[in-house]
């Protein structure tokens, strides 16, 4: 689905999307309709680490047209090293298909819309969840940039802040990197802080700053190999 925004990118450069308004609310029409039909959008565009902030907020306008405006959403989003296991972790529990394989396989950041069954409503509080895919962190093929470590920062702090839940994929062999991972994820949440310093909070603060931050060990994509 994100092939829908490239069109849109390029008028953007251009700097004539106004010549193609028409065009441009019936992508995001399609898009929504997509997206709540269960295909994934893409939030983050891995290949240029940007977010087509136009694109997503003009898709998810439309998404809010199509549902209730009263309905609750629940975001949550899996964070971990490359090749831990998160998109198969995702697929696992909510029956979605991220694309899954050793290396690089998610780039950026995918979400999804999943509509909660009736039976489990009143269960979990809510009507629609979220579920967003992200790019492994301290991936081998952006170790050798200067700003590999910002580029994992960032991510991290994105997702974490537009999640009600974090899951935090670990293997357990990369005792290290999960070091790394969580004071990422310990300087998003202060990040958070500080902006919500800075204006009136719309919601109250969690009892605990991590309570919404869950630990698994990794979650292989391949079944494990039998002993002989």
């Known amino acids: ?57 003009d898709v998810l306008s439309q998404l809010n047209d199509l549902v209730s405006p009263k309905n609750k959403i629940v975001v949550v989003t899996v964070l971990g090293v490359q090749s831990t296991g998160k998109s198969t972790l995702l697929n696992t529990m909510f029956g979605v298909q991220f694309a899954v394989s050793s290396g690089r396989c998610t780039r950026g950041a995918f979400m999804l819309f999943i509509k909660v069954n009736e039976d489990f ?23 050798q940039l200067e700003n590999s470590y910002e580029h994992d920062n960032e991510l991290a702090t994105l997702v ?27 300087h998003a949440f202060l990040r958070m802080k500080e902006v919500k310093g800075s204006r009136k909070p719309k919601y109250p603060d969690p009892p605990c ?7 698994l060990q990794g ?9 002989p």
């Open 121 to 143: 409503k009143k269960v979990l509080k809510c009507d629609f969840m979220v579920i967003i895919d992200t790019e492994g962190l301290k991936s081998p093929e952006l170790a």
């Open 219 to 227: 979650v292989s994509a391949h079944p494990p190999l039998r002993q």
């Open 160 to 186: 974490v802040g537009l999640s009600d839940i974090t899951i935090i994929n670990i293997a357990m062999e990369n005792s290290t990197e999960m070091k790394d991972i969580l004071q990422i994820v310990v």
């Open 209 to 215: 700053a991590c309570s919404n931050v869950v630990l």
């Open 1 to 57: 689905m994100d092939i829908f925004n490239e069109p849109v990118a390029i008028a953007n450069l251009r700097g004539d999307i106004a010549s193609f308004e028409t065009q441009f609310s019936f992508l995001c029409q399609t898009s929504a309709a997509l997206l709540l039909d269960g295909f994934p959008l893409e939030l983050v565009d891995g290949d240029a680490s940007n977010i087509p902030l136009r694109w997503v907020t």
